[in-house]
């Protein structure tokens, strides 16, 4: 059975959407804890990437950017990423290690300090899947629209 792929249009916020604050989509107290923005096409689509990511990467990657706050790259401890994730710290260094050899991740060791986590390699793929859907598309359309 083939999984259906949802549009891009669907993965976009309806036209004047309101309740865009974290505290009208969650509530002020747990967003008083802070709030993680997530890519909606990486949430629909980060199982379509080749090599496929899997549910225990994505809670990774997901992990990560609760510590991205800019350009920069994250660097939160195994510890740190294993205790949120309920995992023991090899098991989050195991994830990690499957993100690099996907390509997804590339790990910068620093002697006596967390990791710094560069995610640009994920971006650079899904961006590339994401233009890879829009031509698919604009291909179905047009061969929609020729009778």
Not at 15 to 33: F, H, M, N, Q, S
Not at 54 to 68: C, N, P, V
Not at 117 to 137: N, T, W
């Amino acid at each position: 059975m083939m999984k259906k792929k949802p549009k891009l249009k669907e993965l976009a916020p309806p036209e004047g959407a309101k309740g865009r604050k974290p505290a009208d989509r969650w509530t002020l107290a747990l967003v008083k804890e802070g709030f993680t923005p997530v890519s909606n096409f990486f949430l629909a689509h980060y199982h379509d990437l080749k090599p496929e990511i899997t549910h225990g990467e994505a809670m990774l990657i997901i992990q990560l950017m609760s510590f991205k706050w800019d350009a920069d790259m994250p660097y939160p401890s195994y510890k740190t990423l294993a205790k949120r994730m309920l995992l023991k710290d090899a098991q989050a260094r195991s994830l990690a290690r499957g993100l690099e050899r996907k390509r997804y991740l590339h790990r910068h060791v620093r002697i006596n300090m967390p990791n710094l986590f560069d995610l640009k390699p994920l971006f650079g793929a899904l961006e590339k899947l994401r233009s890879e859907r829009i031509a698919e598309e604009t291909a179905a359309g047009k061969k929609g629209a020729v009778r």
